[in-house]
């Protein structure tokens, strides 16, 4: 079982202790054979709410949270921006995590980040949570928007060459062990490549060893795109690597 599915299925088991173990068996299953599926991640997120044995919120982190990998972000965003000086971010597949809001937070530079889900139940989740909390920016020029947006139609919602930076936490990983998302993921890459900027850059948080990942990404973007990887360390026993991925430019 590898630690995204692992992940899946504590998370479930967190759910649903009150609940019986044949429901446990079938949320866990819908997931791990249906993570490419608007369905599949409403229910997770609605029932992940309504069997909160509190009414406080809690942001949940596929792999690692915001602390591990902010090193690996922040300095991208010290590149060249945007003509009106705000560098534009997009976390693909955010589900509930804190890692856009944090990016928002800690950015000394003016950030639009938006964070996007295919979900509406994860997006209100979280538009109702920055609301209540009404996390502040470092710099006041910073925004942070919350949206539904199927992330493998992009160029739907974003002209050609106008976000700085791509971040994706386990959404590819989600799609690529999926019985039917292998299509969509390459989808997800191609649209992310279009969408970038030249000088822009995707970030794909994995626990895929880079044999695999290396290779996928190399033929999904057909030579559009230099890959490369670093690893982000060993968390509870696993390796977890960022592959970054930049558009390269056509001469």
């Known amino acids: 079982m590898s630690p995204f599915t692992r992940s899946l299925t504590l998370f479930c088991g967190r759910i649903v202790t009150a609940r019986a173990v044949r429901y446990h068996s079938s949320l866990t299953a819908e997931l791990i054979e249906n993570m490419d599926k608007k369905a599949t991640w409403d229910r997770f997120y609605t029932e992940s709410r309504s069997s909160s044995r509190t009414a406080t919120f809690k942001n949940f982190e596929w792999f690692f949270g915001f602390d591990a990998v902010g090193d690996f972000i922040m300095p991208l965003l010290r590149t060249a921006p945007q003509p009106d000086g705000v560098r534009r971010v997009l976390d693909v597949g955010c589900g509930t995590s804190a890692l856009g809001p944090c990016i928002f937070r800690h950015s000394p530079l003016p950030v639009h980040v938006t964070c996007a889900d295919i979900s509406p139940v994860a997006v209100r989740l979280m538009q109702e949570q920055i609301q209540a909390k009404a996390i502040q ?82 033929t999904e973007a057909h030579e559009s795109a230099d890959v490369g990887v670093q690893e982000v360390g060993e968390l509870r026993g696993m390796s977890y690597y960022c592959y970054n991925v930049n558009p390269r430019v056509i001469v």
């Not at 020029?141 to 994706?168: A, M, N, P, W």
């Not at 191609?190 to 900027?197: A, F, G």
């Open 137 to 218: 920016p470092h710099n006041l020029s910073s925004r942070l928007d919350f949206v539904e947006l199927d992330c493998t139609q992009l160029r739907k919602h974003y002209g050609r060459s106008s976000v700085d930076l791509i971040v994706d936490k386990g959404t590819t990983d989600a799609l690529l062990r999926s019985k039917e998302g292998r299509l969509k993921a390459g989808l997800l890459l191609k649209q992310c490549l279009k969408v970038l900027r030249h000088s822009g850059a995707l970030l794909q948080f994995s626990d895929e060893d880079p044999d695999v990942r290396l290779l996928w990404l190399e």
